[in-house]
């Protein structure tokens, strides 16, 4: 409890000046911080939103998964179908169209076609699949004379590749009909008898490709010359189909199919924030890491920059993993407290010193109000001492009690309480000899 003289010198409020000063200082480091937080490390969105493909396409069914495994981390992830690769790089590359993320097939674009791109690994192949029905006949041209075959929508890989692959062997599709249904429904127009050929690029274990390669009525072609194709294009890859992997029963495929294919990759925008990036390249290795059989477990994501050039993060991501904060942190914990260390050093940095120089200075503010005090009362001692100076006795006597009043009603901080202390002292001690003269 406060003592009378402690209430009489203004009890607790002595200390108000101790705390005010620092207290102001750390408000505006505080302010400062958060400004530069919000400038030079802004948090993540919340939304990103991944172009897929057309609906019960592989990349519909990935884009699920991501957006699952997203979800947990509370992130959303808007799904927007598309017609296939083609499209996802053209939105990707539209700023303006807020598509921040995209499934893209090889082969399909450069740095230079997409200098606002990077990669973030490669995930699975893609075999190009070309099913027919009836007999296949020994001249290609002959192969495509009248048929109906589907090749891809518009926007498509597949109707890319498919169209470069044909120029490469001098095939004309005018002679026949060219049609852009989807995987799926070309699937199911090459069952029903609806068409004659189809050309797709899909995965393995997509549910259209494993019906067609069981159905007796469907057969696949064999690539000839795969190795010359995979050698002068290289984002394409020599894939073998194992005999009667679809239906070992039915030997359904009859005999081992050699395709070709190029691997699909996760692209995104350069200025995506890079613990979405990271959460993303996690989200890959859950989902593409399984054994299948075209590659083995763990196979995928992989560091392969096919196309464009892999971002920072997704380098860092296949040389340690995710960052340390990451994984042992949930995710928006780990978001801030990375941000509050981008920051942290240099403020820390620049704040101690300048905080200790404030410090200093507030220091010698107050020693300088004492010490003007000291030099009144050095001035009145003087005075006292000299016999030719003239001033009268009770004038030194009435500027004393007035300096002393000064001194007591004097607020400093408590690390400073002795030096008035003692100025109270040698008040004092000058009033004294003023009493003996």
């Known amino acids: 409890m406060a003592s009378p003289e402690l209430k009489r010198n203004g009890g607790f409020q002595s200390l108000r000046p101790a705390f005010l000063f620092p207290g102001l200082v750390a408000l505006g480091c505080l302010v400062a911080f958060a400004v530069l937080l919000a400038v030079f490390s802004p948090a993540p969105p919340r939304t990103i939103v991944m172009a897929t493909g057309t609906p019960g396409s592989a990349y519909a069914a990935f884009g699920e998964q991501y957006r699952d495994l997203l979800a947990r981390h509370g992130v959303t992830v808007e799904l927007v179908a598309t017609n296939g690769a083609v499209e996802n790089l053209r939105r990707l590359s539209d700023a303006g169209s ?50 109906r075959i589907s090749i891809g929508p518009e926007g498509s890989g597949t109707r890319h590749l498919a169209l470069e692959l044909l120029s490469a062997l001098e095939l004309d599709l005018s002679t026949g009909t060219a049609l852009g249904l989807p995987a799926v429904e070309a699937g199911q127009a090459l069952l029903a008898g609806e068409i004659d050929v189809a050309v797709m ?79 993303l390249l996690d989200a890959a290795s859950q989902i593409h890491s399984r054994a299948g059989i075209f590659s083995k477990a763990g196979q995928f994501p992989a560091a392969e920059p096919v196309d464009l050039p892999l971002s920072d993060q997704a380098r860092q991501f296949y040389r ?19 941000r509050l260390l981008v920051l942290l050093i240099p403020i820390v940095g620049v704040a101690y010193p300048l905080f200790r120089l404030l410090q200093a200075l507030y220091g010698w503010g107050m020693r300088r109000r004492i010490f003007t005090l000291y030099g009144e009362l050095k001035f009145l001692e003087a005075a006292l001492e000299s016999t030719s100076t003239g001033v009268p006795v009770d004038d030194i006597r009435a500027r ?19 030096m008035l202390y003692t100025l109270r002292v ?11 003269r």
């Open 98 to 147: 807020g598509v921040s993320v995209a499934f893209a097939q090889g082969g399909l674009t450069d740095s230079r076609q997409s200098p606002d791109l990077e990669s973030l690994g490669t995930l699975f192949y893609e075999p190009v699949w070309i099913f027919y029905r009836g007999k296949l006949p020994s001249n290609a041209a002959a192969f495509f004379k009248g048929r």
């Open 201 to 279: 690029v899909a995965p393995w274990d997509s549910a259209v490709v494993r019906q067609l390669l069981a159905s007796a009525q469907v057969n696949t072609i064999n690539f000839p010359r795969a190795d010359a194709h995979v050698a002068l294009r290289p984002y394409l890859n020599k894939l073998v189909v194992p005999q009667g992997v679809a239906d070992m029963a039915r030997n359904r495929p009859p005999h081992d199919l050699v395709l070709m294919g190029p691997k699909g990759s996760l692209v995104v925008r350069k200025d995506l924030h890079p613990a979405l990036q990271y959460l």
């Open 320 to 338: 340690s993993g995710a960052p340390f904060l990451q994984r042992y942190l949930p995710f928006w914990l780990a978001v801030f407290v990375a």
């Open 400 to 418: 004393l009690a007035r300096l002393e009043g000064r001194a007591n009603h004097m607020r400093v901080p408590i690390g400073f309480a002795h």
């Open 426 to 436: 040698h008040i004092n001690l000058v009033r004294a000899r003023l009493d003996r």
